[in-house]
C-alpha cells in the first residue's frame, strides 16, 4: 500500500512540479494577483476559467481555499465550477444558496450548515480524500457540518477538466460554455489549489501560502473581461508566502513563484518546502 502510495505521489508529484516549474519560469511578478480580488458584480466581469493548457491531473485526494465576499442576497449563485469535459454536474465546487453554501464533490452535493454574513471576508477550504472518503469544509479555520447525509462516491476526480470561477459552465460540441445565470454576486481572492487533503492543523499553515497545483496569480487564468482590484483589507496583502511558521519542525511553507528551480526536488507531502 505505502509503495502504491508513494508511486502515485511521485507521479502526480512529478506532474505538479514540471506544471508549476514552466510557471515559474514564465512568470513576472506582475501577474500576481495577491492583494486583489476579482468583483464578479462589475459590468463586464463575468468569470474566470482555469487556463486551457493548466491541465488538472487524476487526483485521489484535494484541497481548495478561497476567500469570498458578498455583496447582496441571492438564492442560486456559483462560486467555482470543476466539470469533466461534456459533463453536467460538477465533479468539484462551491455554490451558494441564499446564504448557505452547497459543496459539490464527484456529482454529488451537500448544504452546509453554517450561513454567511454578507459584506466581510470569508476564508473557505475544501478538503477531500478518496481513500478515506472524506470531505471537509471549513470556514475561517473551523470545520462545518454539511447537512444531507450522502454517500460520498468512490474517486477519483477527472482530470484535466474545467474550471471556471464566478459562474458555472456547460457544454456544447464540446466547447465550453458559460452559463448565464447563477453568477457570483460579490468578490473572490485567493484561490488557490493543492493536489492533497490537509488536515485543519495544516489549512492554518496554508492560510497564506500559495498553491501548487492552481495559484492566485493571473498566469494561471483567462481573466475574460475582469480586472484584479486592489483591496488593502484582504487578511494575506500582497504576500506570497505564509504568514505563520508551521509547527512541525524544519519546514515552511513555500512562496513558490520566487523559489529558485533548483529547490523543487524537496517539497513534501503538503506542499511545503523542507
Ligand atoms: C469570518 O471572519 C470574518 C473576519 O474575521 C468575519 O467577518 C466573518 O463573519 C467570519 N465568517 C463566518 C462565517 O463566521
Ligand atoms: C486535455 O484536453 C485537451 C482538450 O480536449 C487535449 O487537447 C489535451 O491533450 C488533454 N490533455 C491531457 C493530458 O489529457
Redesign the pocket.
Known amino acids: 500500500m505505502d509503495v502504491v502510495w508513494k508511486r502515485r505521489f511521485l507521479i502526480v508529484g512529478t506532474f505538479v512540479l514540471q506544471s508549476v516549474s514552466l510557471h515559474y519560469s514564465a512568470e513576472p511578478s506582475a501577474l500576481t494577483l495577491w492583494g486583489k480580488k476579482v468583483n464578479f458584480m462589475l459590468h463586464k466581469c463575468r468569470y474566470l476559467q482555469l487556463r486551457d493548457d493548466l491541465w488538472i491531473p487524476k487526483l485521489d485526494e484535494l484541497t481548495v481555499c478561497l476567500d469570498l465576499w458578498t455583496q447582496i442576497l441571492t438564492q442560486d449563485w456559483t462560486i467555482f465550477v470543476y466539470k469533466k469535459r461534456g459533463g453536467v454536474h460538477p465533479q468539484l465546487g462551491l455554490a451558494g444558496e441564499g446564504d448557505n453554501l452547497r459543496v459539490w464533490l464527484l456529482e454529488v452535493s451537500w448544504l452546509s450548515s ?4 454578507l459584506r ?4 473557505i477550504c475544501l478538503t477531500w480524500s478518496g481513500l478515506e472518503r472524506r470531505l471537509g469544509l471549513y ?2 479555520g ?1 470545520r ?1 457540518d454539511l447537512k444531507e447525509e450522502m454517500r460520498i462516491r468512490p474517486g477519483p476526480l477527472s482530470p484535466n477538466g474545467t474550471l471556471t470561477l464566478g459562474l458555472s459552465h456547460g457544454f456544447t460540441n464540446g466547447d465550453l460554455i458559460p452559463e448565464s445565470g447563477h453568477s457570483l454576486p460579490g468578490c473572490v481572492s485567493l484561490f488557490r489549489m493543492w493536489p492533497r487533503e490537509h488536515t485543519s492543523q495544516q489549512l492554518q499553515d496554508l492560510r497564506c501560502a500559495t498553491g501548487n497545483l492552481v495559484r492566485w496569480t493571473a498566469s494561471d487564468w483567462q481573466m475574460d473581461s475582469c480586472q484584479a482590484i486592489p483591496d488593502a483589507s484582504l ?1 494575506c496583502g500582497e504576500r506570497v508566502a505564509s504568514a505563520r511558521r508551521p509547527s512541525r519542525s524544519g519546514c515552511h511553507t513555500a512562496s513558490f513563484a520566487r523559489l529558485p528551480l533548483s529547490q523543487w526536488n524537496c517539497v513534501d507531502r503538503f506542499g511545503l518546502i523542507c
Open positions: 453554517k450561513k454567511l454574513s466581510s471576508w470569508h476564508s470556514i475561517n473551523t462545518v487578511e
